[in-house]
């Protein structure tokens, strides 16, 4: 081993080196005790403690753990998070000391079970062995050899390369009378039982057989069957046997717990001699039962002489014979004998009685002479030709199958294939010779071959090499041998005539570009109605099987792939263009299309078709105040989640804007319902005032336009019930639609102010055009009130300017035919109406919201004047107090005629208003506290009256 | 069951006027029970909301701290808390027995039609004409909305509560059904014209009743949204009217802009009473949860309508 001088260098040494001594070298002074430091492999000292202390590794430093002491692991622990339950092993405890070759618990690379194997594997070996002396480093495969599985020792091997077999016995042959005489001498078993004698008496036979001259192998060795004990009872221990213990036994025999394997085994393999005479657990230490007659020998006394007390060769009680042993002899034995060669049976199986029954096994077939051991496969079989379709669908089939089904290019055969694409295929080049066999004609004949042919007599044509036949030849050929081509002929014919479309058709021979380019060819032929389409488009290069071939092709996918034009293609549109950037994110439940709803609804069809469903994400905390599980635990979502749509699309920022606005608690609602359209639609113009252009914001006037009309029938208050409203005590929501409004009339000089104010232009449009004053509109607070008395003093006076501009405005988006974009009136009109500004803004501001208080959605029926009077009894109709005249601030008048009052009667009404609230809070103040005085009073008569009544009873 | 069941008698229908209140707080915008149906809640006009004692008439308490009309209210299951609605964009939460505002939950862009309670008054919805509904937490002290639904296109006009759904109804003509258990918004397009008020069967809670703007009610599965039952004759082309279902769910009762109550026939839609309220409109109704007593709102006054006379008669005899 030391042969190397490299190999010194990897002996691995323990301690430090005592340096090498030189002779020249003084005695160096020993180092004193209290100098000596111990080190560990991290280079910290560490302090000897004595044997009872811990020694070296008392920790980091004498203390635990690490240098900040013992740390326990962090504690963590909540609801979603509970605290794992950490088993601690002993391993957490120690130190790396311990870990190391040294320490208690040494973690070392050793030999796993799975890795032992009694052969070694040589040219695995053989093959590591050079490629170690190949390698860089020498020592490469050292660590492989460490870890190498366990190998058997050199006899083991050496003794199975003789051919023995684990388990044999070993030694000399023997004579058998040896062995016998050895036997009778040692009869010590474990326990008081003896094994059953039966083996002895086959002994005998076998003597009376043996010859004398004959040697027997030496016994076989039951392998040993290494049991890790793992309870706590003494060796040999084999704990109760039911089976034993219940059924009973002899008086000899005891219950032994600690009987000998060998002895059960004798047992378990059917000596059943013993005859059970009782159940019981009997034996020694288990007593005897009172109801039993015999007296055993409960207080058994064990003498030492049962036991072995010389280390010896324990006799086996069977002769058990290797199995070079004579026939006769095995066979006379019993068959639980053979048993123990097995070692251990499992406990619960027993063998077999019967043996196996052997397998029979057939001799193979005998060959036929002349047989030769050589695989021919058989040549692929044609789909078509397998199949027992008819050769029309066949044809069909194999026709189509070019797009109808992903073939692979390999499966059309190489007969499939024309000669420029084999050519292609082999990479060769093109022939240089001519193409054709008119090339190799004189110019003379060629033009007397294309004069004959124009003459169109194709049977005197004397060229005599069929190949250069021209189309006409052919076709007339094709049209004597195929009459039924020829039909078909004529219906792709008829099919195609005339259109024009230059429409995506169907590709049927994309595989082979130039027969595409031909079909192709031959269609446009087709299109233009040609009859010899055909001829035209073929190759005249390809010889002549082949063109008749696809001539035929081309006729049935000419016919199968029709144009789609008259009948179905109408019916489809192709897809739109993929989803491009400019889109937004609007929630879903815009999606729904109200014209097929509003039908569905018409015909009373309600369910499905009216019915959306969406996702919805509540928030968690809704969650839990309803005491209900978060449907989408984990997903940060609330409310409905957005979907992309088209951005340029002016609806979808009508309801954007419209809910964001909502979203805004500052900001008020948005005014009647007619200007909230408007407002949305303004407010987008302003966003995108150049990004269009002109002509956008032209078309969207025209939207816009629509827009403002379509709410109108909408609305609740249809034209006819105006009429009747009058009637009627309650009044009804009025439409502002200024055709109606001028029809039916009653104030003359109101006139032109009401209109002004229906058609006067969103607020919203005034705000984003000065962005100024007036920003109060809280039209519920008195004081917005009081200022809106105010303002309106204000607005009166502007009145005159107004009146004629907002109207323009109006005018212009409504004139749908006008190119100019509202963003230009708009600017306009700012430049018009300067003058007016801020006046103008204000009161439109408070119109505004008067319109949005009492216009939005449906109205409050009016609290009766009668009420103001305190009577329960005396109701006034409302219909009556409007014909009063009395301008009371009940809402029972239609809402126009409502705001056509002058200005000034508004201001009076507000006063008036307010004086009958005040009034009416003092009196009903007053009133409630009369009643409650009598309610009281009739409540003590109530009670006088029950406790009377109680008397009486 | 030993006993077989009390065969069971025709329902009976609030045709006699038992009392009428005049509540002197303006127009009566709405009109409710409470949870046990021992005391009704009248919002005025006038911002005031009052609660009054059903059986008697007498006025309980006067709660004053709106700034506008009060619009809707609702009383909590165990009766210590109120909510209220009112059009000055504003919710207020009131303590029943002292009458302080407990929290005043502003963040509406408009006028608040409707408010509900939960089930255990842990959270108030509101729904405004801004078009949202808002979900108040009455626990924490935060003032901002736990939720804001903001789906509808248009004014809500009505919602309710029942259990882990939400149902809501708006002017844009659809009822939205918020299912929170199953985390979906259900839309049924109900009418181009408002829907007005729905309310879902009190017992099983599988129906919904819708009445629109177009004088028809309408009650939709809930489950499918298919159509059940359809109810006119009444007149509702204005106004916001109530619309509710009796105590027992064998009827379907909508006010009317003629004065009066109509009442049909659950199942075979047919009109079994028309009670003639006054000459106004009935604005607003509501059934108690167990017995066969109604209450209207006309104008000023609140009647208590009931299936038999006699108590009231006795009562007027005592008087």
């Not at chain 1, 049991?227 to 002899?250: C, E």
């Not at chain 1, 107004?802 to 230009?824: C, G, K, Q, R, V």
Request: with cysteine.
């Amino acid at each position: 081993m030391a042969s190397d001088s490299d190999s010194d260098e990897d002996f691995v040494t323990y301690g430090t080196p005592l340096e090498p001594l030189e002779e020249d070298e003084p005695l160096k002074k020993p180092i004193p005790l209290h100098d000596q430091t111990v080190k560990d492999e991290k280079g910290r000292y560490q302090r000897f403690h004595g044997a009872f202390t811990g020694g070296f590794s008392a920790g980091y430093f004498n203390t635990v753990g690490s240098k900040e002491g013992w740390t326990p692991s962090a504690f963590v622990s909540s609801r979603q998070q509970k605290a794992e339950k950490h088993h601690a092993r002993p391993e957490d405890f120690m130190d790396e000391e311990d870990f190391s070759e040294h320490g208690i618990a040494p973690r070392e690379i050793t030999t796993s079970q799975e890795f032992s194997s009694s052969r070694r594997d040589k040219a695995g070996e053989k093959a590591r062995a050079i490629s170690a002396q190949a390698a860089l480093i020498p020592g490469d495969t050292l660590l492989e050899e460490l870890i190498a599985p366990a190998r058997s020792s050199i006899g083991v091997e050496l003794l199975m390369k003789m051919g023995w077999k684990e388990g044999q016995g070993v030694g000399p042959r023997v004579k058998r009378k040896a062995r016998r005489q050895q036997k009778d001498g040692g009869g010590k078993v474990y326990g008081c039982t003896l094994p059953p004698a039966g083996s002895e008496e086959s002994e005998d036979d076998d003597e009376e057989f043996a010859p004398e001259n004959v040697t027997f192998a030496p016994k076989d060795v039951t392998p040993v069957d290494f049991n890790p004990r793992l309870g706590v009872q003494g060796l040999g221990y084999r704990g109760l046997d039911p089976s034993l213990a219940l059924l009973g036994h002899g008086t000899a025999e005891h219950i032994d717990l600690f009987k000998p394997q060998s002895e059960t085994r004798n047992r378990l393999f059917g000596d059943t001699k013993s005859s059970s005479r009782r159940g019981g657990v009997v034996g020694q230490a288990f007593g005897v039962g009172a109801l039993e007659d015999d007296d055993e020998d409960v207080y058994h006394r064990d003498s030492m002489s049962r036991y072995d007390t010389i280390l010896g060769e324990e006799e086996p009680g069977d002769g058990l014979y290797g199995w070079t042993a004579p026939q006769q002899y095995t066979k006379k034995k019993d068959r639980s004998k053979d048993a123990s060669y097995l070692g251990k049976i499992l406990e619960g199986f027993t063998l077999a009685q019967k043996p196996l029954e052997e397998k029979t096994i057939f001799p193979p077939p005998s060959l036929p002479r002349d047989y030769r051991p050589v695989h021919h496969f058989r040549p692929s079989v044609d789909v078509s030709h397998l199949s027992g379709v008819s050769p029309a669908l066949a044809e069909a089939l194999r026709v189509s199958k070019g797009h109808m089904v992903k073939e692979e290019p390999q499966q059309a055969g190489r007969h499939q294939l024309d000669s420029g694409q084999r050519r292609a295929l082999l990479g060769e080049d093109t022939l240089q010779g001519p193409s054709s066999v008119m090339e190799l004609l004189r110019p003379e004949d060629r033009q007397r071959l294309l004069s004959l042919r124009n003459s169109s007599n194709p049977p005197s044509a004397k060229t005599s090499i069929p190949v250069s036949s021209h189309a006409s030849q052919t076709s007339g050929k094709s049209a004597q041998v195929l009459p039924a081509s020829s039909d078909l002929q004529q219906v792709s014919l008829a099919a195609w005539r005339g259109i024009q479309t230059s429409s995506q058709t169907f590709k049927p021979f994309e595989k082979n570009p130039s027969k595409q380019a031909r079909y192709e060819l031959y269609l446009s032929c087709l299109k233009q109605g040609d009859n010899d389409a055909l001829e035209q488009s073929l190759d005249p290069g390809m010889t002549e099987w082949e063109r008749s071939r696809e001539r035929e092709e081309f006729v049935r996918a000419s016919i199968l792939y029709r144009p789609t034009s008259s009948s179905l293609s109408s019916r489809f549109t192709r897809a739109k263009d993929q989803e491009d950037d400019d889109s937004v994110e609007v929630s879903p439940d815009q999606e729904g299309d109200l014209d097929d709803k509003q039908a569905a609804v018409k015909m009373k069809m309600f369910g499905k078709l009216t019915r959306e469903t969406f996702e919805w994400y509540p928030d968690k905390l809704l969650c839990k105040r309803f005491n209900v599980p978060d449907p989408y635990p984990g997903s940060g979502i609330v409310g409905l989640p957005k979907v992309k749509r088209d951005k340029f699309s002016v609806f979808n920022f009508l309801t954007v804007t419209q809910s964001r606005e909502a979203a805004a608690p500052p900001k008020p609602p948005e005014s009647g319902k007619k200007s909230r359209w408007d407002v949305s639609e303004q407010k987008v113009e302003k966003k995108k005032e150049d990004l269009l252009g002109e002509l956008l914001s032209a078309a969207r006037n025209q939207t816009e336009t629509k827009v403002e009309q379509t709410p109108t029938p909408a609305l609740p208050a249809l034209p006819a019930s105006i009429s009747s409203s009058d009637q009627a005590p309650g009044s009804k929501p009025e439409i502002k639609s200024s055709d109606q409004q001028s029809s039916e009339e009653k104030k003359d000089g109101d006139e032109e102010e009401e209109e002004e104010e229906e058609s006067r232009p969103p607020m919203d449009l005034f705000k984003a055009i000065f962005a100024s004053s007036s920003d109060e509109k809280s039209s519920s607070s008195s004081e917005g009130e009081s200022s809106d008395e105010e303002e309106e003093k204000e607005t009166k006076e502007d009145e005159g300017k107004m009146d004629s501009e907002p109207l323009n405005l109006f005018s212009i988006p409504s004139t749908s035919t006008t190119t100019t974009s509202s963003s230009a009136t708009t600017t306009s009109f700012s430049s018009s109406a300067n003058t007016s500004s801020s006046h103008q803004a204000a009161a439109v501001s408070t119109q505004a919201s008067k319109q949005e208080e009492e216009e939005f959605g449906p109205k409050l029926p009016p609290p009766s004047a009668a009420l103001s009077r305190g009577g329960a009894t005396s109701i006034c109709p409302p219909s009556k107090e409007v014909k009063t005249g009395k301008k009371s601030k009940e809402k029972k008048h239609k809402k126009k005629k409502h705001y056509k009052h002058k200005k000034e009667k508004k201001k009076k009404k507000h006063k008036k208003h307010k004086h009958k609230e005040t009034a009416e809070e003092e009196q009903g103040g007053g009133d409630g506290e009369q009643e409650d005085g009598q309610v009281s009073t009739d409540e003590l008569l109530k009670r006088l009256k029950s406790i009377r009544s109680h008397q009486m009873w | 069951m030993a006993f077989p069941q009390p065969r069971p008698q025709a329902p009976q229908l609030p045709q006699h006027l038992l009392r009428t209140i005049d509540c002197q707080q303006g127009a009566v915008r709405a009109v409710r029970f409470n949870i046990d149906g021992n005391y009704l809640l009248s919002c005025g006009s006038d911002k005031s909301l009052k609660l009054w004692s059903a059986s008697r008439g007498t006025l309980l308490k006067t709660y004053s701290g709106h700034g506008y009309e009060v619009l809707d209210a609702d009383g909590s299951y165990d009766n210590s808390q109120i909510c209220s609605c009112s059009s000055d964009k504003t919710v207020i939460l009131w303590d029943v027995a002292t009458g302080q505002v407990t929290r005043k939950l502003r963040g509406h862009a408009g006028k608040v039609n409707c408010v509900q309670f939960n089930e255990e008054a842990t959270v108030i919805l509101s729904g405004s004409i801004d078009g949202t509904v808002r979900c108040w937490d009455t626990r924490s002290r935060r003032y901002e909305p736990i939720q804001v639904l903001d789906e509808a296109r248009d004014s809500i006009s009505s919602l309710k509560v029942a259990q882990h759904e939400l149902l809501t109804g708006s002017v844009d003509g659809r009822v939205r059904r918020y299912d929170l258990r199953m985390g979906q918004l259900h839309v049924d397009f109900i009418s181009s014209y408002f829907t007005e008020n729905i309310k879902p069967l009190n017992q099983d809670g599988q129906c919904t009743l819708s009445s629109s703007l177009d004088s028809t009610l309408r009650l939709l599965d809930k489950s499918t949204g298919e159509m059940l039952g359809e109810y006119t004759g009444h007149k509702m082309k204005g106004y916001k009217l109530d619309c509710c279902l009796s105590s027992k769910d064998t009827h379907v009762l909508s006010c009317s802009e003629d004065g009066h109550v109509y009442c049909w026939d659950l199942v075979e839609g047919s009109l079994s009473l028309k009670l003639p309220v006054g000459k106004a409109v009935v604005q607003s109704l509501s059934f108690h949860p167990t017995e066969t007593r109604l209450l209207t709102a006309m104008e000023g006054r609140v009647q208590v309508w009931g299936a038999e006379q006699e108590e009231m008669e006795e009562d007027v005899i005592a008087t």
